[in-house]
């Protein structure tokens, strides 16, 4: 089956440790995406990719790295400099393209818990 | 630049009740609308979307959504609700192609026994 995968599920990290969150599609996109929601505020974009190699940041890209080395794999990762990053953290591809409807597809999420 | 704003941050209903969980939308392009359903630490589902055509759209789960270009709206509605529809629903705007997908801020659905 096609889909997208996260993981793992839960995270906890002590403050001031680097964490990295996995995210793998099957299902042939060219896009990708990292969102970060909070109660109460949506969804708000960390990260993009529209082509492996490439990536442009978001709305709240700040203490948050990517790489797009794959066009299946897109890795989040939450550095130290990251002041609050206790959140659910959802990863999405899309078949982005001139002409395309950018129906985004998501994964199950992670729930990253800073002690 | 575009936008949703999603009216209602919480909508309580009873079982079997109708519900509307309302959606407006800006853009100053075409559109393509979607509303998600989230369940508890889970990732959001495709519902339904609007592309073109037809501005009456059916969705999974008994659910349909109608674009109201005039008003800019693009509300969702079930005829009659089940327990299992409690969850978080959003709605989200897209320009298509390269143009960037704007999500709402979301309405809990509790739906009551």
């Known amino acids: 089956d096609g889909g997208i995968t996260q993981s793992p599920k839960y995270l906890f990290r002590k403050e001031g440790q680097n964490v990295t969150l996995s995210c793998e599609q099957n299902?042939?996109?060219?896009?990708m995406y990292w969102y970060r929601q909070d109660p109460g505020q949506g969804l708000r974009l960390i990260y993009y990719?529209?082509?492996?190699?490439?990536?442009q940041k978001g709305d709240i890209a700040e203490g948050y790295s990517v790489s797009r080395e794959k066009k299946e794999s897109f890795p989040l990762t939450v550095t130290s400099a990251q002041k609050n990053p206790t959140a659910f953290y959802l990863c999405?591809?899309?078949?982005?393209?001139?002409?395309?409807?950018?129906?985004?597809?998501f994964g199950p999420g992670t729930r990253l818990t800073v002690l | 630049a575009q936008s949703v704003t999603q009216l209602d941050s919480q909508v309580p209903v009873f079982e079997e009740a109708p519900v509307e969980l309302r959606c407006n939308y800006s853009?100053?392009?075409?559109?393509?609308l979607f509303w998600y359903v989230q369940y508890p630490n889970q990732g959001l589902q495709l519902l339904l979307k609007?592309?073109?055509?037809?501005?009456l759209v059916k969705g999974i789960n008994g659910f349909e959504a109608e674009f109201n270009k005039s008003q800019t709206s693009f509300h969702l509605r079930k005829p009659s609700v089940h327990i299992s529809d409690t969850a978080e629903y959003f709605c989200?705007?897209?320009?298509?192609?390269?143009?960037?997908?704007?999500f709402g801020t979301g309405t809990k659905l509790q739906v009551i026994p």
């Open positions: 609007y592309l073109s055509g037809s501005t």
């Open positions: 990719s529209q082509i492996v190699n490439d990536f």
């Open positions: 853009s100053s392009v075409s559109v393509y």
């Open positions: 989200a705007v897209s320009g298509g192609g390269y143009q960037k997908v704007t």
């Open positions: 299902l042939n996109h060219d896009a």
């Open positions: 999405a591809s899309s078949d982005r393209g001139r002409g395309s409807t950018d129906t985004q597809y």
